[in-house]
């Protein structure tokens, strides 16, 4: 989650109006209020607006090329949290082999599933339910009909950060005997575990190799640690002060611009994805600086800012060390020098 900071008197953001597509949503009179509606991606609900959810895990987009069978077989995809977290919906991608079919197979039922890490294979049962509130939008024609889903979770589900796998199957009147020729679309593969299918529905794992599919899950997180900046102006001496981390432990503030996400798994003890690029030219990173957190928890760390550094937007975003296979971060902060 991404925090708008700024300092030496300056306010960079006000509320008073959402934006959606470019569009500025003005104030109308309600004449008939019939529930929700959905304005591209800005929920409003009794004439308020009701702010989307966060997206807390992304595994990659529809790459339009294969998909797997989930009327059958279960299928099941790993995905990674680093925050606390409460998984809430689900958006996924499904391919109709029969060309203008409009979904005819489907019954309208989506069943999810999540699943502990066992050592890269899914584990034990962490819940499981029905879809509710699901949506479909045709996306295109490519070889097949290609189909975007999404679905709230009929009781969201809180998990702690680390790995757990995502269970998804259509048509309950199917049960894994029939084979109804839908599928989850894949997505390009992203280094992380391989894609699992339960060919009966009763717990019997399979991989499959050189596979990943395409979703998100979206809810709310909370940061593992806590990041405040003080006195962050050109050519005066910053201070981060960095919460809720183990004491004894090393905490590091990164900073960038910006540029794609620098991630780090088990590289010399650490785990952590930086929503920005860290790395500079060669070997170096762009780091604030890095401390040890104290018994309570917190770590401080100091830092000269250059005077020719006022004005500008910075990320940054702290983390913590030895939390492998799990990553304990704070949230991003966009911030203005003074």
Known sequence: MLREMTFAGCVLATAGFAMAGGKELQNMEVLYDNGKVNYQGIQVANDEIVPPMDVIYDNGGDNYANGLEMTNWLEIEDFTLSDQSTVEHVDFSVLDTLAGNNLANWDGTAEWSIFSDAGGTPGSLVASGMGTNITTAFDRFQTWDFWDFGMDLDTPVNLAPGTYWLGLHLNVNSGCVTRDELYWATTDLNGTNDHHLDLNCDGGFSPLSGFETSFSLSGTSQACLDLQITNLVGGQTATF?????????????????????????????????????????????????????????????????????????ILFQAAEHGTCPGECMSDQLIVVIG
């Open 241 to 313: 002060d960095v919460s809720g981390g183990e004491p004894g432990e090393r905490a590091i503030v990164a900073w960038g611009t910006g540029g794609p996400p620098s991630v780090f798994i088990d590289v010399n003890g650490w785990c952590a994805s930086f929503g920005f690029n860290i790395q500079m030219q060669g070997r170096k990173f762009r780091i604030a600086g890095s401390g040890i957190f104290d018994n309570s928890g917190v770590a401080t760390i100091q830092r000269q800012i250059s005077e020719n550094r006022s004005g500008m937007h």
